[in-house]
């Protein structure tokens, strides 16, 4: 039916369109909510959710009661949503889309889809077009066709999902997230709102996790909480730590950078009836012997700490760095990384065999700050078209160039990049001091005597 | 007299209270090394002590700078453990603030070694005025790039709180604060705190303030720092014309609780990772070849001199001669700055 057509039955009916986006990221949304069920939430279709409810139904109060805590809650939620729970996906599946609300048993299978439509078994239209042209037009009767024909006829995808649907073959769902090798959660009569009641909730649930990580010998490396809406939002807040940390109260400490932090993105609304804490990454964890006053001074777990509170609130860019890199271009031999603290080691490390490089006793001189990008400045004149600048307008305002050293000359890395013209990539390097003192690092791009390109003038660094 | 010596008690632990009450420094009131302080001196004695701050506290509370006149000015030099302000008139001294502050990092590594340094800075000033160069930093400052951390914080607030956080940590060596222009935020409660938590973790904190005007803050010492034309490079013909030497500063003392205004310039050695202070002309001379090259005869005269036709070195002949500073220059800069 057109719009027109719509409009001329209905005049007062509101046309939107179509948004698949939208109604993909509601998916995903409506599968994070249903996380509270099971970590193994996958996405089916555009319309649809599988939840492997597998060993999780006896915290529900078994299956129906379950099903019926799902529908309801969808129900509240303005949700139109038909379940169906069977031993293997393709029956659920086909229970959920023609029969509504009901649980089949292991073993019912074949009775739950024998007076079903072709379009029970999850098979593509043209095959259950060619299917109904010969007759077949119930998952019953197909079930009762010689196999060989069929897969001769039809393709082994037909009897694949048939397969599956009868649980002759093992179908995976495969979940959305990672499912995190160990969480705590903590169901609540009445929902919280507060964040210091969420921070003191975390700390519990740590202390609960705590056990767990020792009896695993692990601390935590990745940390993630979840935190259910009432209405079905879910908030996922995680975090990262420099080494593997099992103490609830530094785990509530993080939590309270990362909470204070994303205080105006999270909206607590009507409030947060459950509340998860996973560990998403665990690493071993060793215990550091206490000496006989019971301190134990570890100056590497402070700052670990401290830039693992640096980064919840601040994000992961918060703390750098510097790591030395093999280039001879200036700005690619330092690399700044995110801090992570180096494995503690109780054997020297191996130095591995290499030729070293042959060291120089004069090393050249390096500023003390670098630009990030260099910036471009106004030569107007040079004394020797190779040398340094007689003056220079930098950020508008005139330096007069007293002393020069150079020229340094780098090339362009020809091994990196292949489309740069080495001539006018070739830099030349000049330490300069002006006329209070100041020593600035200059370079000029390219060479003299191109009249097409003539050379660039950057100013790249500050010298002490 | 009986009276003046009780009145000059009572004065001192009054300042010593105050000094209690402030805190953080507590004074050493001394009087000056020549003043009579038996019975029979004058009743003028009070007003003849020296205030010499800060030095009664640990030994271990200050960081020497390491040149003599600065050090005593500063009695003893910069407090370990406090904020101390490094300023800059202009962002284009950036480099010079950051040079004399990881100078002074470097001067603190030498004792804390292995321990990281942190430095803050707001993404502005890193943007204005570059960001820091690991390669260069150990070139010229002898800091590992493992000892080193940085952090970039968006906006001033979230700087502010880093350092706080950082100040009170033990396991850094030191923190460095950097940042731009005078900000509402950075007042004097903000600088208390900061000084505050250096003291009791007792580990410096040097806010390096670019481009910034001089405001009440809390730190006991705000320096201004401003870039000073290097000497030429030393070879072994002699210094080499038009060549860039050793990092120099010029040092203004802007606020010290013992020390008059004063300017200092500093020659930073990146080989001996120390001081060195720039005087006259002819002094430098002196102190860059203390040894003779030819050794000279001992107890008699020289006979090169005597003869008057060997004149290989005429330069060392005349300086062992005349060593003696002008009675100018070593009377009114080499004594100890005093300050009432």
């Not at chain 1, 099971?38 to 597998?54: E, K, Q, R, W, Y």
């Not at chain 1, 079905?232 to 990362?258: C, N, W, Y």
């Not at chain 1, 000049?430 to 100013?459: K, S, T």
């Amino acid at each position: 039916m057109g719009i027109a057509d719509a409009r001329a039955m209905h005049p007062s009916i509101d046309i939107v369109e179509a948004d698949p986006e939208a109604d993909r990221r509601l998916l995903e949304g409506l599968a994070d909510w249903c996380d509270r069920y099971t970590p193994l939430v996958a996405i089916n279709a555009t319309d649809g959710l599988f939840l492997d409810v597998t060993g999780c139904t006896h915290l529900f109060g078994g299956e129906r009661a379950m099903l019926d805590d799902i529908l309801s809650r969808f129900f509240h939620q303005g949700f139109d949503v038909r379940a169906g729970l069977a031993p293997t996906p393709g029956a659920a599946w086909a229970a959920a889309h023609f029969c509504g609300d009901r649980i089949v048993v292991s073993g019912e299978e074949e009775a739950l889809l024998a007076p079903l439509p072709l379009a029970a078994l999850r098979i593509d239209p043209a095959t259950r077009a060619s299917l109904e042209s010969v007759g077949l037009r119930t998952a019953g009767a197909v079930m009762a066709a010689p196999r060989a024909p069929l897969a001769r006829r039809f393709g082994a995808t037909l009897l694949l999902r048939l397969d599956q649907a009868l649980g002759r073959l093992d179908e995976a769902v495969s979940p959305r997230l990672p499912v995190a090798p160990l969480s705590v959660e903590r169901h609540l009569a009445e929902p919280i709102t507060l964040t210091e009641e969420i921070e003191r909730l975390v700390g519990m649930l740590a202390a609960t996790l705590k056990t767990d990580l020792e009896r695993r010998g692990e601390g935590a490396r990745t940390l993630a909480l979840l935190l259910f809406r009432v209405d079905g939002a879910v908030s996922r807040i995680a975090l990262g730590t420099s080494r593997p940390m099992r103490d609830p109260r530094l785990i509530q400490k993080l939590f309270h950078e990362r909470l204070a932090a994303l205080e105006q993105d999270i909206d607590a609304g009507y409030g947060f009836d459950l509340v998860r804490l996973s560990v998403l990454a665990a690493a071993a964890f060793d215990m550091a012997q206490a000496d006989l006053t019971g301190e134990v001074t570890d100056d590497g777990a402070d700052i670990a700490l401290f830039a693992d509170r640096i980064r919840a609130r601040l994000g992961e860019g918060a703390v750098l760095q510097p790591v030395l890199v093999e280039s001879h271009l200036p700005e690619r031999a330092v690399a700044t990384i995110p801090f992570t603290e180096a494995p503690r080691r109780t054997t020297p490390p191996k130095k591995p065999v290499k030729v070293q490089a042959p060291t120089t006793i004069f090393p050249p001189e390096r500023p003390i700050r670098l630009f990030r990008a260099p910036e471009p400045i106004d030569v107007p004149a040079t004394e020797m078209p190779e040398g340094p600048p007689l003056h220079f307008r930098w950020r508008r305002a005139l330096y007069r160039v007293t002393r020069a050293e150079g020229p340094e000359r780098l090339a362009a890395e020809w091994w990196r990049e292949a489309s740069s013209d080495p001539v006018t990539s070739t830099r030349d390097y000049f330490r300069i001091e002006d006329g209070d003192g100041r020593r600035y690092w200059l370079y000029r791009q390219g060479l003299y005597g191109n009249p097409q390109v003539p050379p660039r003038w950057f100013m790249h660094g500050i010298f002490a | 007299m009986a009276i003046s010596a009780v009145a000059r008690e009572t004065v001192f632990s009054l300042r010593r209270q105050i000094a209690k009450i402030e805190g953080t420094l507590p004074e050493r009131l001394q009087a000056p090394a020549g003043a009579p302080l038996d019975a029979d001196a004058s009743a003028y004695v009070d007003l003849t002590i020296v205030r010499r701050g800060l030095a009664a506290a640990l030994p271990d509370a200050f960081l020497p700078i390491g040149i003599e006149r600065l050090d005593a000015a500063l009695s003893g030099g910069l407090p370990k453990a406090a904020l101390s302000e490094i300023h800059g008139l202009e962002t284009r001294d950036a480099g010079a603030v950051a040079g004399f502050a990881l100078s002074l990092t470097s001067l603190i590594l030498k004792q804390a070694q292995g321990l990281p340094i942190l430095w803050i800075g707001t993404s502005e000033i890193f943007r204005e005025a570059g960001f820091p160069y690991a390669r260069g930093l150990h070139a010229s400052f002898g800091i590992k790039p493992e000892q080193l951390l940085f952090s970039e914080a968006p906006k001033l607030v979230d700087a502010l709180w880093i350092a706080e956080e950082a100040a009170r940590m033990t396991a850094l060596a030191a923190v460095i604060l950097e940042i731009r222009g005078n900000p509402q935020r950075l007042d004097l409660t903000a600088t208390r705190r900061l000084h505050a938590r250096a003291a009791s973790a007792g580990r410096p904190v040097f806010l390096l303030r670019q481009a910034a005007e001089p405001e009440p803050t809390a730190a006991p010492v705000r320096l201004i720092v401003s870039s000073a034309p290097a000497t030429p490079r030393d070879t072994i013909a002699g210094p080499l014309a038009g060549s860039i030497g050793r990092p120099a500063f010029t040092i203004t003392i802007g606020k010290s609780r013992t020390a008059l205004p004063g300017q200092f310039t500093l020659e930073w050695n990146p080989d001996e990772r120390a001081f060195d202070e720039r005087r006259g002309e002819e002094k430098r001379e002196r102190a860059k070849n203390p040894v003779a090259v030819v050794s000279l005869p001992g107890g008699r005269k020289d006979p090169a001199a005597a003869s008057g036709a060997v004149l290989a070195f005429p330069a060392v002949g005349s300086s062992t001669a005349d060593n003696q500073p002008p009675p100018r220059e070593r009377t009114a800069h080499l004594g100890p700055r005093r300050a009432g």
